[in-house]
């Protein structure tokens, strides 16, 4: 568990926002047919948190140089983010409905492709690879001397790809101290749950004897989420010092009750009554502190 003081007031902005966010999300994927809701879900949190708040990053200026990277390596989440980059401005809702997914001017996909999306780091989807990035980038950073940070972001169902494990290896042995993990750890992937699939715990255990430094959260409270992003030290590349990794623990649909772990809800669209039930939902488990 993280102690940390933080802004009641930046919390509840954000929790708000989160709420928002989680609305406009749903809306989008009933109107381009097709997303991955239950992991989407899960990740709002610290998403709503890494871009309205914690990274240094303009949305006018989605390729300035000195912006923190995100890299979101469980990429078939990646309508959380253009919800996100719609909310912040960067495209309006309308224009990624009518250029998702089509024939001959796609632009948005549920696998995010950073060609055609400038506010994407990486292009990811196939999962196992985004770590694998994230690490040359905090290693880039060293190289230019350069203080902005690298995140990343991954499924705990991904974290059965050897590729992480690679990865997480060599940050700790480089030290990389500007590298910051997250795994949005929502216990289910598509054929079910990962400790019948493939155990990881303990976890922490297992990362810190890989170098890191790791911190356990509830990955669904914001107080939590921002007191975890608070007590990050300031990005220094040439410092060596242990990677972080966040151990975000949520839940697969959060927000909407019949989605909440059901790996049914891995992947698909959502009909109109669906769509109807869910905003119910995520209006009566709105927080309101």
Known sequence: MVTYPVDMELVKELEEKAYQIRRDLLQFIYRIGMGHLGGELSLVEMAVALY???????????????????????????????????????????????????????????????????????????LGHGFSIALGLAL???????????????????????TNWEAIMSAGHFQLGNLVAIVDKNQLQMTGPTSQILNLDPLDEKLRA?????????????????????????????????????????????????MENNPNWHGGGIAKDELERALLSVEKNRRVR
């Open 140 to 162: 880039g950073a060293r190289k230019q001397k350069k203080n902005w940070r690298t995140f990343v972001i991954v499924g705990d169902g991904e974290l059965d790809e050897g």
């Open 52 to 126: 309205y708040h914690y990274m240094n990053y303009d949305p006018k200026n989605p390729k300035w140089e000195d912006r923190d990277r995100l890299v979101l390596s469980k990429g078939h989440c990646g309508e959380t983010l253009y919800t996100i980059f719609a909310d912040l401005g960067m495209y309006t809702m309308d224009y990624m409905v009518e250029h998702f997914e089509t024939l001959d001017t796609a632009k948005f996909g549920m696998h995010p492709n950073r060609k055609y999306v400038p506010a994407i780091e990486v292009s990811a989807g196939s």
């Open 210 to 258: 890989f170098g890191w430094d790791v911190m356990e959260i509830d990955g669904n409270d914001m107080y939590a989420v921002c007191a975890a992003l608070e007590s990050l030290p300031p990005s220094d590349p040439l410092s060596r010092r242990k990677p972080i990794f966040i151990i975000s623990n949520t839940v697969k649909g959060k927000g909407v009750d019949f």
